[in-house]
């Protein structure tokens, strides 16, 4: 699978792996983003892996759009280069419908399953992080099977609290900050996914591995307020 | 002793603003920074700061302050409307000083979007993420990371003075088309030339994370066109379905998943951030290497802006600077 490079502006390049919703793809844009950043080409200002493509930003005084072609060809020319390295293991407790996620029903309809059974279901998947992008520490988590392949709602919700499970599209989405949303909402974790002013503000990061412990809402109370508290919330598992 | 500052009066788009926070585009943070890079160095270079120190940008707005601690100097750049020290005019592009108890006043412009309120040792608010700059989405720096309000006090930072009267030249508006290359979408729209060669005008549905243009004509894209979420970047010209662009601007959403037909040029995104609301504005498509070489050219303008700064003749704007402020036959203070 070999990616195209093209121009995003004048000052960045764009890596295209393909189009599709597809783990292999995101494979290949996390890999080449690890390896790239570990070549620390001059002028490089950043760089952005979203679903199957990944953003290099960089400084038009110092470099160039052929300086950075010829270094993804580099980076992608070394052994193994479709496995990405393995990211930290998350265990994120959630709780799942009532006022937490009033649209676990729909959901649940959709999959023609009971919520009880939607939520087992969910909270069995092993999610990656796929990539980060719409808000501060907002994660695309991925992919679950084709009956997950909800389409996005007809209207959209102007505010959904910081932490909202957000479904649609195979994908799971969690932020760390008050969104405007078209997707499902059907549970909310307690932990913090964005603390701006922490030695690390952002929990989550591409290449992590996801997965979420259902919880009631008298736990999760708890949970938030030692996570208002600045402790951690979400648990670390071994690999 | 640093100074400090109270606002009066602020309209809805006054913020604290300075160079942004790249780097953290993979974990969905835009970079933000000032809207008009020119103008922002231009007014750190009258005032002899450090362009990564904060200013106050105005967008569609005016704002009134008053000085309530030490003398602070004070540049104003870009687009203002009309300006006044304890209600005398003064002029842009110029350093003025303004002692404890005095008040400024800049009225928003007619013939632009965006001014700067440039103050010697620089707003000095708590960086979020290594910068001032306010994104309000996600309520992230300035001052409790929205815009200012009436009542605010802010500090400034330590400032040696530089001369009142030190000024620098207006740069000439250039009415010219917008320049931009092609997105990675382009192929993707019914008719990428047609879509682009048209007149646009500037609406008022914009902000600093974008600008919706009406097109004389809507842009069709194929129904149901989708793309997955990508990262965008400054200038992105990005339409949805209902056929109007929205040019991506400082505090844009880090991805998009609509399609990009193509992304204003870096050496004109401050011109474009400018353009009035009504104002129209056409597109010029260059190719990649002419962009790069305007880019280039466009970032090195800004760092010799320090070489531009002169110091004015007592009759250029009918303000004598030598021993107070006037204004035409008006008394000295």
């Not at chain 2, 030490?70 to 003025?96: E, K």
């Not at chain 2, 382009?186 to 914009?206: G, I, K, P, S, W």
């Amino acid at each position: 699978m070999n990616p195209t490079v093209v121009p995003a502006g004048d000052a960045a390049a764009m890596v295209v792996f393909g189009d599709d919703l597809d783990l292999e793809l995101n494979d290949a844009v996390l890999s080449l983003e690890r390896r790239l950043s570990e070549a620390d080409v001059p002028g490089v200002i950043e760089l952005a892996p979203a679903l199957a493509s990944l953003l290099v930003r960089f400084d038009p005084l110092v470099t160039d759009l052929a300086t950075i072609e010829d270094a993804v060809l580099e980076a992608r020319s070394g052994p193994d280069d479709e496995a990405p390295a393995p990211g930290r293991r998350w265990t994120l407790p959630a709780a799942y419908g009532g006022t937490y996620g009033p649209d676990l029903e729909e959901v649940a309809q959709s999959l023609g399953v009971t919520q009880d059974e939607a939520v087992t279901e969910h909270a069995s998947l092993d999610l990656r992080v796929l990539m980060l992008g719409f808000a501060p520490g907002f994660a695309y988590l991925g992919l679950a099977d084709e009956r997950w392949n909800l389409p996005r709602r007809a209207s959209v919700r102007p505010a959904v609290p910081p932490g909202s499970l957000l479904v649609a599209v195979r994908q799971t989405a969690v932020g760390g900050t008050t969104v405007p949303t078209g997707w499902h909402v059907v549970g909310r974790t307690p932990a913090a996914l964005f603390s701006p002013t922490a030695d690390e503000p952002f929990l989550l990061q591409p290449g992590d591995r996801v997965s979420f412990e259902p919880i009631d809402g008298g736990t999760f109370e708890e949970l938030a307020e030692a996570a208002r508290r600045g402790r951690s919330v979400a648990r670390r598992r071994s690999p | 002793m640093s100074g400090q500052f109270e606002i009066l009066r602020a309209g809805p788009g006054v913020t604290v603003q300075d160079l942004g926070r790249p780097g953290l585009q993979r974990f969905g943070v835009p970079e933000g920074g000032v809207l008009d890079r020119h103008a922002h160095h231009a007014a750190a270079a009258l005032l002899g700061n450090p362009p990564e120190l904060a200013s106050l940008e105005l967008l569609l707005s005016g704002v009134q302050l008053r000085a309530s601690k030490g003398t602070l100097q004070v540049a104003v750049t870009g687009r203002p409307g009309s300006m006044t020290i304890d209600g005398t005019r003064v002029p842009p592009l110029v350093v003025l000083d303004l002692p404890a108890g005095s008040t400024l006043d800049v009225q928003p412009g007619a013939d632009g979007a965006i001014a700067y309120v440039g103050i010697g040792g620089g707003v000095t608010t708590e960086p979020v993420l290594g910068s001032r700059s306010t994104h309000a989405r996600a309520g992230l720096g300035g001052l409790a990371g929205t815009s200012l309000q009436e009542g605010d006090v802010l500090a400034v930072g330590p400032h040696t003075a530089v001369s009142p009267g030190r000024t620098i030249e207006r740069p000439p508006v250039d009415p010219g088309p917008i320049r931009v290359v092609w997105a990675m979408h382009a192929e993707l729209f019914d008719d990428c030339v047609a879509a682009l060669d048209q007149t646009f005008a500037m609406t008022a549905a914009r902000d600093r994370m974008g600008a919706v243009l009406q097109p004389a004509e809507p842009i069709p894209a194929d129904a149901g066109l989708q793309i997955p979420s990508a990262p965008v970047v400054a200038g992105d010209l990005q339409v949805p379905g209902d056929g109007r662009p929205v040019a991506l601007l400082a505090d844009r959403q880090p991805t998009g998943g609509y399609p990009r037909l193509a992304t204003i040029i870096g050496a004109d995104l401050d011109r474009f951030c400018q353009l009035p609301v009504g104002a129209e504005l056409t597109f010029e498509v260059v190719g990649l290497e002419e962009a790069v070489a305007l880019h280039r050219a466009h970032r090195r303008r800004l760092e010799t802006l320090p070489q531009a700064v002169g110091v004015a003749g007592a009759s250029l704007w009918g303000t004598n600077l030598i021993s107070g402020i006037t204004v035409g036959d008006e008394e000295p203070r």
